[in-house]
Each structure stands twice: as structure tokens, then as C-alpha cells.
T-cell receptor, first 114, second 119 residues
């Protein structure tokens, strides 16, 4: 399978704490994306980092990318109860017949307690 | 609201039956993707259409088929349903235009999904 994997599978923290989720992928990529999914709802795009970028910020989100290790991390700072959701990384292949294909990991379930 | 509309939201049917899931992409988007999300398999890419033509195929079973119509809406047909087909089926769309290529290199816009339960 060319899917990536998130780590941890589940994360439980208190409001105000930071949450860090990691992602590993297998193919050479054009970019890596993070999505959020509230229970039973559609996925919502959070942030995209290109293969030539190492770090990107968006509000309380910080994403890093290490192409040599084929890994990425998503940091959510000062978490809120409303951040409770599943978070998925998706790697986008950059070559071959799967060019443009997005491969999703299995997700990290984040629970933020008030 | 992503602008992608999927119907029906929920569907309960019996094994052996056939269902059709419908997706209306965002206004102006030419590419439509179908994904299946189940507990054991995660989010699996099924198929992609661009401007009416099939462009990429993933883990789609032969019992499943899809098409994209001239008005760009898409339908996913699932036949001879089995218990294991119970899942959330998502449609996503993208502009699909990057220097004329159908291969998107940006974000996907997902619908809210159709939850299929096969009894």
C-alpha cells in the first residue's frame, strides 16, 4: 500500500495544551496536506506544504516536512475543545501513473478535554 | 460549506441490492473524485473523473462503477451489495486545471458524504 501512517492513532489532551501528530509516507511527493474530519462529516483541508518547503504556519497550526525521512508533523498550539476531531495527512504523488493522487493515512483521533 | 453536494446523506439497503450515490461538484470544478471510508480500510481512493472522462482508478471493485455527466455531476453505482460495502462514500472536487492538466496539485474539497449501510 502507498498510504501513509499517522502517529499516534489517538491523542487525548487538556484545553490549552499543544497537540502534535506525526505522519509518514512512502512515495516521492509533490506536496503533503493535512485534513480534519469531525465525526461522520466530510474532510476539511487545513494546510498544504510543498516538497520544497520545510515549515509552514497557519493560525494555530504549524506543519513541518522532512522529505529525507518521508515524514511530516502537525502541531496545534493552545488547543480548544472544538479542535476535537480526526486529523489525516495526505501525500500527493509527484510522478508516474499516480501523479496527483492523494494517499491518506488512517488518521489521528484528537480529543481535547475542557 | 465546501460547495460539494452529495445525496443521499444516509442509505440503508439489503445485500444484493444496487444503489446510486450522487455528487455535485463545486461550481466550475472539472475533476471529481470518489473515496470510500471504512473502519478497517481507512480512506480509499476509488476513481477520478475529469470533464466527463475517467482519469484515474484506484481500489474500485468491479461491482462498482461511476460516471460524470456533461453538467459535471457524478454518480457512483454500487451493485450486488455486500455487508462489507457498508461505509462512508465521499465525493471531492477540484478545479482540475493546472496548465491544462487534469492532475490536481492542490487541495480537495470534500462533500459531507453518503453513509451506506448494507444489512
Amino acid at each position: 500500500s502507498q498510504q501513509g501512517e499517522e502517529d499516534p492513532q489517538a491523542l487525548s489532551i487538556q484545553e490549552g495544551e499543544n497537540a502534535t501528530m506525526n505522519c509518514s509516507y512512502k512515495t516521492s511527493i509533490n506536496n503533503l496536506q493535512w485534513y480534519r474530519q469531525n465525526s461522520g462529516r466530510g474532510l476539511v483541508h487545513l494546510i498544504l506544504i510543498r516538497s520544497n518547503e520545510r515549515e509552514k504556519h497557519s493560525g494555530r497550526l504549524r506543519v513541518t516536512l522532512d522529505t529525507s525521512k518521508k515524514s511530516s508533523s502537525l502541531l496545534i498550539t493552545a488547543s480548544r475543545a472544538a479542535d476535537t476531531a480526526s486529523y489525516f495527512c495526505a501525500s500527493q504523488a509527484d510522478r508516474g501513473s499516480t501523479l496527483g493522487r492523494l494517499y491518506f493515512g488512517r488518521g489521528t483521533q484528537l480529543t481535547v478535554w475542557p | 460549506d465546501s460547495g460539494v453536494t452529495q445525496t443521499p446523506k444516509h442509505l440503508i439497503t439489503a445485500t444484493g441490492q444496487r444503489v446510486t450515490l450522487r455528487c455535485s461538484p463545486r461550481s466550475g470544478d472539472l475533476s471529481v473524485y470518489w473515496y470510500q471510508q471504512s473502519l478497517d480500510q481507512g480512506l480509499q481512493f476509488l476513481i477520478q473523473y475529469y470533464n466527463g472522462e475517467e482519469r484515474a482508478k484506484g481500489n474500485i471493485l468491479e461491482r462498482f462503477s461511476a460516471q460524470q455527466f456533461p453538467d459535471l455531476h457524478s454518480e457512483l453505482n454500487l451493485s450486488s451489495l455486500e455487508l462489507g460495502d457498508s461505509a462512508l462514500y465521499f465525493c471531492a472536487s477540484t478545479p482540475g486545471i493546472l496548465a491544462g492538466a487534469f492532475r490536481n496539485t492542490g487541495e480537495l474539497f470534500f462533500g459531507e458524504g453518503s453513509r451506506l449501510t448494507v444489512l
